[in-house]
């Protein structure tokens, strides 16, 4: 009795795109000299970043991970997991965008500056001010900030926040009020990506889901929407 060849399924090629998990790539990458880790759990500093990010959200095991470094009973952030398992509290579900740079006109910005440690202190005000997303006393490590001054006062600030290997997010872009309409932002977005694509890397950048002005902004410019992600604030488990 002939056996009769059954044709073989096709295997599926696709692979997670990098980006992705972007801050799992940078925290076991270029930011690997920041990072805080247990098992298939990293974090940054608390005075750098809130990012924590898990090898891979669908493992109970990298759930365990992240209970064991942040500590019982701990409010964190979780990037890139749509729900939290059974017997951690979901205290916040938000959604996000992330874009690319597809045909953005990259160039220096003349009048920019280069802000390091001693300008923490005025860029947590602006941050303040303008709550573009959060800024820490030592974010500055992260990658290149720069800002622009009016008479001395710095009214707008852009910089670098995750690195992936290949990929550098473009982050903490704001303007002071009283100086938007200028295209101050641009310029400093324009320049934060010359600097990254010098050094071969492609920028992105994260947005909230209903930041549409933002939004446009970014696509008018020359970035593209890739994805939508999930936000998860959450607290581990115990007293």
């Not at 090629?13 to 690997?32: S, V």
């Not at 951690?88 to 740079?101: K, N």
């Not at 008479?151 to 903490?172: F, K, N, Y």
Request: aromatic fraction near 6%.
């Amino acid at each position: 009795m002939s056996a009769v060849a059954r044709p073989t399924p096709p295997q599926s090629t696709a692979t997670p795109h990098i980006l992705d998990n972007a801050a799992w790539a940078a925290l076991t990458g270029p930011h690997a000299h920041l990072a805080e880790r247990v098992g298939s759990a990293a974090r940054y500093p608390l005075d750098v970043s809130p990012f924590t990010a898990l090898a891979d959200p669908a493992d109970p095991r990298a759930w365990d991970d992240l209970a064991a470094l942040v500590g019982p009973g701990t409010v964190t952030p979780v990037t890139g997991a749509k729900s939290a398992p059974q017997g951690w509290e979901t205290v916040q579900h938000g959604q996000g965008v992330q874009l690319v740079d597809t045909a953005l006109r990259a160039e220096p910005a003349p009048e920019a500056v280069r802000l390091g440690p001693d300008d923490v202190p005025e860029i947590l005000d602006l941050i303040a001010l303008t709550e573009p997303g959060p800024f820490l006393p030592r974010t500055v490590e992260l990658g290149t900030y720069l800002g622009i001054r009016h008479r001395g006062r710095l009214i707008a600030l852009a910089g670098e926040r995750l690195r992936p290997p290949g990929w550098t997010e473009i982050s903490a872009v704001c303007t002071a009020p009283d100086h938007r309409g200028k295209g101050l932002a641009t310029r400093l977005v324009r320049a934060i990506a010359a600097g990254i694509r010098e050094r071969g890397d492609t920028p992105f950048l994260h947005a909230s889901a209903t930041n549409t002005g933002a939004i446009r902004l970014y696509e008018s410019i020359g970035f593209t929407l890739r994805r939508r992600s999930d936000f998860l604030l959450v607290r581990t488990p115990g007293a």
